[in-house]
């Protein structure tokens, strides 16, 4: 943290913190951090990115000294050509089809730039979706498992909660496919924001309140209940998110490991009919991949 703060004195305008170790099997997962909190790793890599005309000098100066009273290796620096950074987003970002007709699609992009001609695409169910500081893009295992199963039930004529609902995606997801109406809750301000102007983009913002948890009217009782978040507070919030299912809804639960998915079940047991209703992996750029579980149950009328 303390390298953090001098290298943005110096004029950083951005830091980046990750995993020093290369070796697989060093490697310290941080998958589920409470929120508010920012855990590190015993051996972190923190990045610095500065302007070009910065005096690299200086910064080194900086911080050579917190680095040897650390006993930690020396700074290195290089410089990075400048590129259309936007462009070259924007150049490996295409639609992606989760489902049989669900498609979560770039605003600069069409069916068409994924070979579908017009006819094909006219029975697609696209939601207009760009990458922003909210989770969910389609692409993360959890939301791609979560989006498959509204693809599959369609919740047509349902009332549906999305708890934890980041961007958006599995709402509008929901309300594109079906559902009347839609009401999202985060405890992310910056998440809210997301979803309400994702919500506008796809024309459904009539059909989608956004609120924070606090905000949740306590009594209210959803056909379907959705919750892309993390082990932990799941099975904390199974109580609370099957207060508001209906006796017969459908609740979806995503955002965990497949060796956490038996917690998970055994939480909303009481509650719920549960099962393992999709299991998914990523691999990451070391070569090692996580294991993902996306849960299913019906609520129980007792």
């Not at 697989?24 to 998958?31: F, N, R, S």
């Not at 302007?51 to 650390?70: C, F, H, K, N, P």
């Not at 009332?159 to 839609?182: F, H, N, P, R």
């Not at 995503?254 to 099962?275: S, W």
């Amino acid at each position: 943290e303390t390298l953090e703060e001098v290298l943005l004195a110096c004029g950083a305008i951005s830091i980046t913190l990750r995993d020093a170790f290369d070796n697989t099997a060093d490697e310290q997962p941080m998958l589920e951090p409470l929120p508010g909190e920012t855990p590190l790793w015993d051996n972190t890599l923190v990045t610095g990115l500065f302007m070009q005309e910065t005096d690299v000098d200086v910064v080194l100066l900086q911080i050579q000294s917190l680095l040897e009273l650390a006993d930690k290796p020396a700074a290195q620096h290089e410089t990075i050509a400048y590129q259309d950074w936007v462009k070259l987003w924007l150049d490996s970002y295409y639609p992606v089809q989760v489902g049989e007709q669900l498609w979560i699609c770039p605003s600069h992009r069409t069916l068409a730039d994924v070979g579908l001609t017009d006819e094909q695409a006219q029975d697609a169910v696209v939601v207009k979706l760009d990458p922003g500081l909210a989770f969910g893009t389609g692409t993360h295992p959890s939301t791609a498992m979560c989006l498959h199963y509204i693809d599959a039930h369609r919740p047509v004529g349902k009332k549906v909660l999305d708890y934890g609902c980041g961007s958006g995606i599995l709402a509008i997801a929901a309300l594109l496919t079906g559902a009347d109406e839609a009401m999202c809750t985060d405890i992310d301000s910056q998440a809210l924001l997301a979803t309400s102007n994702n919500a506008a983009d796809n024309a459904v913002s009539d059909r989608c309140a956004v609120v924070l948890p606090e905000a949740l009217d306590a009594s209210a009782q959803y056909d379907w209940v959705l919750a892309n978040i993390l082990a932990k507070p799941l099975m904390m919030l199974a109580p609370r998110l099957a207060a508001h299912c209906k006796a017969g809804g459908h609740i979806v639960l995503a955002g965990l490991l497949v060796d956490q998915a038996e917690a998970v079940l055994a939480a909303y047991a009481p509650y719920f009919e549960m099962q393992v209703y999709r299991t998914q992996e990523l691999s990451s750029n070391a070569g090692n991949a996580a294991h993902w579980a996306c849960l299913s149950g019906v609520r129980k009328s007792t």
